[in-house]
T-cell receptor, first 114, second 114 residues
Framework: AQSVAQPEDQVNVAEGNPLTVKCTYS??????LFWYVQYPNRGLQFLLK????DNLVKGSYGFEAEFNKSQTSFHLKKPSALVSDSALYFC????????????WGAGTKLIIKP | EAQVTQNPRYLITVTGKKLTVTCSQN?????MSWYRQDPGLGLRQIYY???????DKGDVPEGYKVSRKEKRNFPLILESPSPNQTSLYFC?????????????FGPGTRLTVL
């Protein structure tokens, strides 16, 4: 069965330090991977996606994610964290086996401390 | 401005009192979906619609109804709400239900059923 795991409920990073939010997935076919961000009292916003090609994907607000097929991971990264990056981050995956529906991770709360 | 709107944003009601949460998008998207978000569970899909007059169950459809009479609107109906439907609800839309399309989310509706 298709699934997404975000192993950390919360990640704490000091402002200016690099950040990583982890995501691993399990699908039967080729994965199509997405990251979304949810700021307090807001809806989810699309950050970036991996469809095919270069394993390093760049997205909004300086975020990037690295697709690793052998480790079935799609970790979200940013070289230098900002306090304004504090939010809830969701990883999602879809493939033909999920009937095109998005399978969501539970979310990771990112806290950037000044 | 391209957007997904939901109304109401906040609703407190009592068990058994029928309610409707409206969702409208102005992007001419074919695909629309309803999710509920609960702490630690991420997003769970309630219903989705591939196009006008085409709807299908998601992962947690019990206790909910939807309709898609027009392309832009996708209301969520709770015929007899119960306390376990207290949650944060999101409507989302995308161009088509393909593998690569990202979804656009509304601001959310926080529902409390007493």
């Amino acid at each position: 069965a298709q699934s997404v795991a975000q192993p950390e409920d919360q990640v704490n990073v000091a402002e200016g330090n690099p950040l990583t939010v982890k995501c691993t997935y399990s699908v039967s076919g080729n994965p199509y991977l997405f990251w979304y961000v949810q700021y307090p009292n807001r809806g989810l916003q699309f950050l970036l996606k991996y469809i095919t090609g270069d394993n390093l994907v760049k997205g909004s607000y300086g975020f990037e994610a690295e697709f690793n097929k052998s480790q079935t991971s799609f970790h979200l990264k940013k070289p230098s964290a900002l306090v304004s990056d504090s939010a809830l981050y969701f990883c999602a995956v879809r493939d033909k086996g999920s009937n095109y529906q998005l399978i969501w991770g539970a979310g990771t709360k990112l806290i950037i401390k000044p | 401005e391209a957007q997904v709107t939901q109304n109401p944003r906040y609703l407190i009601t009592v068990t058994g009192k029928k309610l409707t949460v409206t969702c409208s998008q102005n992007m001419n998207h074919e695909y629309m979906s309803w999710y509920r978000q609960d702490p630690g569970l991420g997003l769970r899909q309630i219903y989705y619609s591939m196009n006008v007059e085409v709807t299908d169950k998601g992962d947690v459809p019990e206790g909910y109804k939807v309709s898609r009479k027009e392309k832009r609107n996708f209301p969520l109906i709770l015929e007899s709400p119960s306390p376990n439907q207290t949650s944060l609800y999101f409507c989302a839309s995308s161009w088509q239900q393909g593998l690569t399309n990202e979804q656009f989310f509304g601001p959310g509706t926080r529902l409390t059923v007493l």
